[in-house]
């Protein structure tokens, strides 16, 4: 396979012009069709991967960083994803004092 050089800043450029990011839409839509996903906006794999690294047992500080986040109240909106491993973790430790 054969690479263009990419010289300009951006990661992505189109193949018209280097100042242009290249539009995935089309790409996106056929891959949403062909895998039967449904609706689902190329932003929202952001969120999963946030929630994911939440799950995983990631910070909140690791996962902002991650995404680029100005503020931990940005993040904050995963926290609610890691009260269950929380409460599990508070029982294990706190049960064996029983």
Known sequence: MRFR??????VFPSTVSKRTPFDIKKAWY??????????CRFHDLRHS???NLVRAGRTLFE????????STTMT???S?????????MVDSVM???R
């Open 5 to 10: 050089e990419n010289t300009g800043t951006l």
């Open 30 to 39: 056929k891959a949403l069709e062909a895998s039967d996903v449904g609706h």
């Open 76 to 78: 904050a909106r995963y």
């Open 63 to 70: 996962v902002g960083t991650l995404l680029g986040h100005s």
């Open 80 to 88: 609610h994803l890691a009260i269950h491993d929380t409460q599990n």
């Open 49 to 51: 991967a946030a929630s």
């Open 95 to 97: 049960g064996a004092l």
